[in-house]
């Protein structure tokens, strides 16, 4: 038995499709600063070390700043409201951005502990063998480490968004992104089928925006102007997908809360 509540799913998606325009000058705005973040991807094969390392900087910083408003809109989310945060108070941005690295850096450790040994011994294995990567064996062996990996991360991935939600609704508390009981109840109270559901259509719904992001580019790559397709991607796709992804996220942490308060 799954021991679920009855959730609409659907809901939660409409939702989460709806959220990223409530607030369509934050939205534009959050689009500017991921391009500003894309500059480096962009200009990476410049021979300009100077402005390469200056990039290199903003791409950072902004890289935190995004991820401290990721978690902003968790935060909002958990607490009812319905329209997009605004993009203010950036030192608070900032630092919760570092938060959400750390969280990030946690889960990541145990993949890294079992794939970096076997990196290793792949590659003292070649070593000593006289064989070069393109071996067979270890053409397979690398298939192994990236089948672990996809496997991990697929499981791992929801647990995450579950505690950074956690994380968000309790004050930006970063204890609270480990409080492993807690997180756990919130989905016991969801019900593990009703969880699958909702990550698998979220997982489908972001894939289908990576690939009109990706067909964007494309598109114009086949004109000679990539340059604008990156531009309009970033601008527009990019902070979709990632507001629709912590949206949606909050939501469905929300209805396995205790104390729910958005319909």
Same mark, same amino acid.
């Given at each position: 038995?799954?021991?679920?509540?009855?959730?609409?799913?659907?809901?939660?998606?409409?939702?989460?499709?709806?959220?990223?325009? &409530?607030?369509?000058?934050?939205?534009? *705005?959050?689009?500017?600063?991921?391009?500003?973040?894309?500059?480096?991807? %962009?200009?990476?094969?410049? +021979?300009?070390?100077?402005?390469? +390392?200056?990039?290199? %900087?903003?791409?950072?910083? %902004?890289?935190?700043?995004?991820?401290?408003?990721?978690?902003? %809109?968790? @935060?909002?989310? +958990?607490?009812?409201?319905?329209?997009?945060?605004?993009?203010?108070?950036? @030192?608070?941005?900032?630092?919760?951005?570092?938060?959400?690295?750390?969280? +990030?850096?946690?889960?990541?450790?145990?993949?890294?502990? =079992?794939?970096?040994?076997?990196?290793? =011994?792949?590659?003292?294995?070649?070593?000593?063998?006289?064989?070069?990567?393109?071996?067979?064996?270890?053409?397979?062996?690398?298939?192994?480490?990236?089948?672990?990996?996809?496997?991990?991360? !697929?499981?791992?991935?929801?647990?995450?968004?579950?505690?950074?939600?956690?994380?968000?609704?309790?004050?930006?508390?970063?204890?609270?992104?480990? @409080?492993?009981?807690?997180? @756990?109840?919130?989905?016991?109270? !969801?019900?593990?089928?009703?969880?699958?559901?909702?990550?698998?259509?979220?997982?489908?719904?972001?894939?289908?925006?990576?690939?009109?992001?990706?067909?964007?580019? &494309?598109?114009?790559?086949?004109?000679?102007?990539?340059?604008?397709?990156?531009?309009?991607?970033?601008?527009?796709?990019?902070?979709?997908?990632?507001?629709?992804? *912590?949206?949606?996220?909050?939501?469905?942490?929300?209805?396995?809360?205790?104390?729910?308060?958005?319909?």
């Amino acid at each position: 038995m799954d021991g679920g509540i009855i959730i609409n799913i659907g809901e939660i998606i409409n939702s989460s499709i709806r959220y990223p325009l &409530s607030n369509k000058r934050t939205f534009l *705005f959050l689009g500017l600063i991921v391009i500003l973040g894309d500059l480096y991807s %962009i200009f990476g094969s410049a +021979t300009y070390n100077r402005l390469i +390392t200056i990039l290199g %900087i903003l791409a950072l910083i %902004i890289a935190f700043v995004k991820s401290g408003y990721q978690l902003r %809109i968790m @935060k909002f989310s +958990t607490a009812g409201n319905n329209t997009l945060p605004e993009l203010n108070k950036w @030192k608070d941005l900032f630092i919760n951005g570092l938060k959400v690295i750390v969280v +990030t850096l946690v889960y990541v450790i145990p993949i890294m502990v =079992i794939v970096i040994p076997m990196i290793f =011994i792949i590659a003292i294995t070649s070593i000593s063998s006289g064989n070069n990567l393109a071996d067979t064996n270890i053409f397979k062996t690398f298939g192994l480490v990236s089948i672990i990996v996809g496997l991990y991360m !697929v499981i791992i991935y929801p647990i995450f968004f579950m505690s950074l939600a956690n994380m968000a609704k309790n004050g930006d508390n970063i204890d609270k992104a480990f @409080k492993f009981s807690a997180i @756990k109840n919130i989905i016991s109270n !969801v019900g593990l089928g009703n969880f699958i559901i909702w990550y698998i259509f979220t997982g489908l719904i972001f894939l289908f925006l990576f690939i009109v992001g990706f067909g964007l580019s &494309s598109i114009f790559n086949l004109i000679h102007y990539k340059f604008i397709g990156d531009v309009l991607a970033s601008l527009t796709v990019t902070p979709f997908g990632l507001i629709f992804l *912590f949206r949606s996220a909050s939501l469905i942490y929300l209805k396995g809360s205790a104390d729910e308060t958005l319909d």
